[in-house]
């Protein structure tokens, strides 16, 4: 069966949630993601979305294309004001939060603001962070979604948009950064977790049909491994029935 890699993508971030937790997600495939473990196995997942939207259920085929549109409030248990959100991640009461990035370095830090050495004069200006600092900096856990380019996984990224590991080892805690920090990296081609001692970046699963030297051909810094690399479960019928039925449109599946 035919899988796009968006596809690909928000059926293994889905895998990675679980029941009576709570997930900071933002528009795209990782609503799709949440939405999806929501349907299947995580029913009392409680979705938070950046506008002030706290436990919507996404209507299939009414997927919203922005944190603030109507139809990401279907059913929500509260809508309060953005700060507010916010404020609920800062109070310790997210588990997850779902992120993307242009750039991602072997710590785990993530780069939405420019690419090139100069900040002033970059190569390209990117959106900026909106609230992905506040994601990363607050959330209990973050799990990163991306497609897996040797461009993105870069060996420092140029701009520390969002903060992981910054520098590796304790060097989040000795910023101020308490609690959370990234767990996973979810790509195109495997799941990637952290070392606990340096906070390097490991390879511990890849997609069926992957091998370690195309991760390794698409990564822009030394591949480390876990000592038993798994293979991941592709995506079910059932589960990809369910994800297209949510984005008829494709207008995130692609």
Same mark, same amino acid.
């Given at each position: 069966?035919?899988?796009?890699?968006?596809?690909?993508?928000?059926? #293994? $971030?889905s895998? +990675?949630?679980?029941?009576?937790?709570? &997930?900071?997600a933002? /528009?795209?495939? =990782?609503l799709?993601?949440?939405?999806?473990?929501?349907?299947?196995?995580?029913?009392?997942?409680?979705?938070?979305?950046?506008?002030?939207?706290?436990?919507?259920r996404?209507?299939?085929?009414?997927?919203?294309?922005?944190?603030?549109?109507?139809?990401?409030?279907?059913?929500a248990?509260?809508?309060?004001g953005?700060?507010?959100?916010?404020?609920?991640?800062?109070?310790?009461?997210?588990?997850?939060?779902? #992120? $993307?990035?242009? +750039?991602?370095?072997?710590?785990?830090? &993530?780069?939405t603001? /420019?690419?090139? =050495?100069?900040?002033?004069?970059?190569?390209v200006?990117?959106p900026?962070?909106?609230?992905?600092?506040?994601?990363a900096?607050l959330?209990?856990?973050?799990?990163?979604?991306?497609?897996?380019?040797r461009?993105?996984?870069?060996?420092?990224?140029?701009?520390?948009?969002?903060?992981a590991?910054?520098?590796?080892?304790?060097?989040?805690r000795?910023?101020?950064?308490l609690?959370?920090?990234?767990?996973?990296?979810?790509?195109?081609?495997?799941?990637?977790?952290?070392?606990?001692?340096?906070?390097?970046?490991?390879?511990?699963?890849?997609?069926?049909?992957?091998?370690?030297?195309?991760?390794?051909?698409?990564?822009?810094?030394?591949?480390?491994?876990?000592?038993?690399?798994?293979?991941?479960?592709?995506?079910?019928?059932?589960?990809?029935?369910?994800?297209?039925?949510?984005?008829?449109?494709?207008?995130?599946?692609?």
């Amino acid at each position: 069966m035919s899988v796009t890699p968006a596809e690909l993508l928000a059926v #293994m $971030g889905s895998r +990675q949630l679980r029941d009576d937790t709570t &997930v900071f997600a933002g /528009v795209g495939v =990782p609503l799709l993601a949440a939405v999806l473990a929501q349907q299947r196995h995580a029913p009392r997942l409680t979705m938070v979305i950046e506008g002030g939207i706290v436990g919507p259920r996404i209507e299939p085929g009414r997927l919203p294309v922005s944190t603030n549109e109507m139809r990401a409030g279907r059913r929500a248990q509260m809508l309060p004001g953005i700060t507010d959100t916010f404020l609920l991640a800062q109070r310790g009461f997210l588990d997850y939060g779902f #992120m $993307g990035g242009a +750039q991602i370095d072997r710590h785990g830090n &993530v780069n939405t603001s /420019v690419v090139g =050495p100069d900040y002033w004069n970059p190569k390209v200006r990117l959106p900026g962070t909106g609230g992905a600092n506040d994601i990363a900096s607050l959330c209990r856990e973050v799990i990163i979604l991306t497609p897996h380019e040797r461009r993105r996984f870069v060996d420092r990224v140029d701009f520390v948009t969002s903060p992981a590991w910054l520098d590796g080892g304790d060097h989040r805690r000795r910023a101020g950064l308490l609690f959370g920090g990234v767990s996973r990296v979810v790509t195109t081609l495997g799941v990637f977790g952290f070392r606990p001692d340096d906070r390097r970046m490991r390879l511990e699963a890849v997609h069926p049909g992957v091998t370690r030297e195309q991760v390794r051909a698409e990564t822009g810094f030394e591949v480390l491994e876990a000592a038993e690399v798994a293979v991941t479960e592709p995506p079910t019928a059932e589960e990809l029935s369910q994800l297209r039925a949510l984005d008829p449109e494709r207008r995130f599946l692609g």
